[in-house]
Structure formats: structure tokens, C-alpha cells
């Protein structure tokens, strides 16, 4: 157990909809991070928040949006959904060190009729 | 722009070989690190090395960070089936928050 809570676990949702991921941090870390991972693929970043503010931006679709709130947890908001957004999402926290270490959470696994 | 070149990208072997996942950039990192994932779960993280030429062992794993700190290699020995997996090496620099990612090798251990 990484100490990183995501929810839901599993999401099945039509193309044109909208859904929203929630991630809880491991307590102490200040640092959430989102991942797309699609089947057999490698992990790509999608943005970074430290302390309540965008630190970092990777390749997030412009439908796509995130939030860090005061009590450290974030979400993920999906929207206008394609059938190439079914993908597992991953949140990961990090220690105040920069270190670099991430601690990943289950993932949240998308699916989009 | 940097990048992480993994190799192989895949590799099936019987129990009991040993093999090498390599991890290479023209760029330099100030730690790399090395992620186990298992189908439907999210990355684990196995080892952090963050001093040129460091060395470390984790049981049958071994992990090495090169000299110049622009690669890395995994070995394992006497690879079992618990070890099958996919393997992701990550590299962060002190200039940029985000980190680096290989695109894994996915390692498939045959009884």
C-alpha cells in the first residue's frame, strides 16, 4: 500500500461525457502528479501540483483539467470523452525532498463507449 | 529534450536466467530511479541511485547508475516467474521538476 488514494477505481462512461478522478496524497507529501497510461504503453505525465498550485504541464488535452485543493487531495476532470481517452489514470505523490520519488496510487481504469 | 532510451522492450525468458534492462540519455540526471509494474496496478518504486558508478542490490536485483549518471542497467539473477512485470526507469535533473521517463520493458518469467 503506497498511501496514495485514487478513486473510482474502475469507470465505464459513454464518448461526450464527463468524468472527474480524485486522488488523496500519502500524508506529509505536497506534490500530486497525473499519468495517462494507455494499453501496453508507457506512462505519460500529464500535469503536476504542488501545495494548491500548478507547478508542471505535460501533454494534458485541452478538455482535460485538474485541481489541487486546500486539504492537499486532487482531481482530475475528463470531458467531451473520446474513445481514445480509455486509459488507466495514475496518481502519484512525492515527499517535500526533491528526490524525484513518486508513490503511485492504483490507478483509476477508464472505459469509453 | 531529454529522453530515456529502455531496452529491450521485451523479453520473455525461462526461470532461472539471468538478464539485463538497460536504461540510456545523452542527458545528465541527478538520481534515477527504477519502477516495477504489475498489470492493472500502478508503479512500485524499487530503487533510487543517485551517485555515478553507485551500485545496488536489492535481493536477486542489482541496479547501476553509469559513471557519467546518463544510464542505468537492472540485472536480475536467477529471474523467477514473481519477477515478471513491466520495468520503468525514471531520471530526475535538478532543472526540471518532472521526471523522465523510459518507456519500460515488459518481462515475461516462464516456469
Known amino acids: 500500500d503506497s498511501g496514495v488514494t485514487q478513486t473510482p477505481k474502475h469507470l465505464i462512461t459513454a464518448t461526450g461525457q464527463r468524468v472527474t478522478l480524485r486522488c488523496s496524497p500519502r500524508s506529509g507529501d505536497l506534490s500530486v502528479y497525473w499519468y495517462q497510461q494507455s494499453l501496453d504503453q508507457g506512462l505519460q505525465f500529464l500535469i503536476q501540483?504542488?501545495?494548491?498550485?500548478?507547478?508542471a504541464k505535460g501533454n494534458i488535452l485541452e478538455r482535460f483539467s485538474a485541481q489541487q485543493f486546500p486539504d492537499l487531495h486532487s482531481e482530475l476532470n475528463l470531458s467531451s470523452l473520446e474513445l481514445g481517452d480509455s486509459a488507466l489514470y495514475f496518481c502519484?505523490?512525492?515527499?517535500?525532498?526533491?528526490?524525484?520519488?513518486?508513490?503511485f496510487g492504483e490507478g483509476s481504469r477508464l472505459t469509453v463507449l | 529534450t531529454q529522453l530515456l532510451e529502455q531496452s529491450p522492450q521485451f523479453l520473455s525468458i525461462q526461470e532461472g536466467e539471468n538478464l539485463t534492462v538497460y536504461c540510456n540519455s545523452s542527458s545528465v540526471f541527478s538520481s534515477l530511479q527504477w519502477y516495477r509494474q504489475e498489470p492493472g496496478e500502478g508503479p512500485v518504486l524499487l530503487v533510487t541511485v543517485v551517485t555515478g558508478g553507485e551500485v545496488k542490490k536489492l535481493k536477486r536485483l542489482t541496479f547501476q547508475f553509469g559513471d557519467a549518471r546518463k544510464d542505468s542497467s537492472l540485472h536480475i539473477t536467477a529471474a523467477q516467474p514473481g519477477d515478471t512485470g513491466l520495468y520503468l526507469c525514471?531520471?530526475?535533473?535538478?532543472?526540471?521538476?518532472?521526471?523522465?521517463w523510459g518507456a519500460g520493458t515488459k518481462l515475461i518469467i516462464k516456469p
Open positions: 501540483y504542488y501545495n494548491g498550485e500548478e507547478r
Open positions: 502519484a505523490s512525492s515527499p517535500p525532498r526533491r528526490t524525484g520519488e513518486l508513490f
Open positions: 525514471a531520471g530526475a535533473s535538478d532543472s526540471n521538476y518532472q521526471l523522465i
